[in-house]
């Protein structure tokens, strides 16, 4: 049987990168990445301190530009591009130190968000309702009129991710937005997280927590020295001693989540 000549709209993913690298100076922090993500499908993205995680999401969302390679959106090639024409074209990220305006309540910080996204948020009134609603959504519906400063961490990081969900993406990328929370506070999370998959969303999540990552990942790419190491589902990432000896220190198991 022949190959279809024109693939349907489904069959081209989310994100594509294509040799993708970043050299700073001398450092080579990242290089030869090749990405495929399906629509609604959750990559997450482990390895030590250093490996070239946080460098392969800012390459992704434009906050850096790649030396080698390529970034395509839906099968748009954005490579290079500032930030705000990755985030028209869906893509939406979180920081690993959130930046809320300080100035601006929970609720104006959402809804400014909400008019830099989709064209059809016309108003700041449309923002306001827009910001209402994604403020519900990640659990901080009762704490529109306060400060950022005032919010715990764990309700900083979910201001920050309702920043990224009022932009309306296809494609989140989570940089490691459980970072600092207490153990009680991970599967709150990881329940929230869950919903934006189940929701349809596609996430390409960086998290040190093993055991979010695995519970929460379609796939799991491991990177190593700015390489990928290896990539596939997560319990036979898990157990890879190279993944062992590189990052895990100990083999992963549900018993003995660390
Ligand atoms: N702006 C920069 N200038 C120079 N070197 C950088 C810059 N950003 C990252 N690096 C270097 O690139 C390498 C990869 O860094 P990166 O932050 O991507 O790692 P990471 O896997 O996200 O680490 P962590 O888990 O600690 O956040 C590191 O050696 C880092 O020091």
Redesign the pocket.
């Known amino acids: 049987m022949s190959e279809p000549v024109s693939p349907g709209a489904e069959d081209v993913p989310v994100l594509r990168t294509r040799g993708l690298g970043r050299r700073?100076?001398g450092?080579v922090?990242?290089s030869g990445v090749d990405l495929a993500l399906p629509a609604g499908r959750t990559l997450g993205v482990i390895?030590?301190?250093?490996?070239?995680?946080?460098?392969?999401v800012n390459l992704i969302s434009g906050h850096l530009k790649p030396t080698t390679g390529s970034v395509e959106i839906g099968g748009t090639d954005l490579t290079g591009v500032r930030p705000w024409r990755i985030a028209h074209a869906g893509v939406a990220r979180t920081f690993?130190i959130v930046k809320p305006f300080r100035g601006l309540t929970v609720a104006d910080n959402v809804a400014v968000a909400a008019m830099f996204g989709p064209s059809s948020v016309r108003s700041p009134a449309h923002a306001r309702r827009e910001a209402a609603e994604v403020l519900e959504r990640v659990g901080l519906g009762g704490k529109d009129g306060l400060s950022p400063a005032e919010l715990s961490v764990a309700d900083a990081r979910r201001l920050e991710l309702a920043k990224a969900l009022a932009l309306r993406p296809r494609l989140l990328l989570l940089d490691?937005v459980l970072a600092g929370l207490r153990p009680a506070e991970i599967d709150p999370a990881l329940r929230l997280i869950d919903e934006l998959k189940n929701a349809g969303l596609t996430l390409l999540i960086?998290e040190?927590v093993v055991r979010a990552i695995a519970a929460v990942s379609d796939e799991i790419l491991v990177?190593h020295h700015?390489k990928v190491l290896t990539q596939g589902p997560p319990d036979q990432v898990l157990s890879d001693e190279r993944v062992i000896e590189a990052y895990l220190g100990h083999r992963y198991t549900r018993k003995n989540p660390s």
Do not use: D, M, R, V
């Open positions: 700073f100076g450092l922090a990242l390895g030590p301190n250093g490996a070239g995680k946080s460098t392969l690993q490691e960086i040190h990177l700015g």
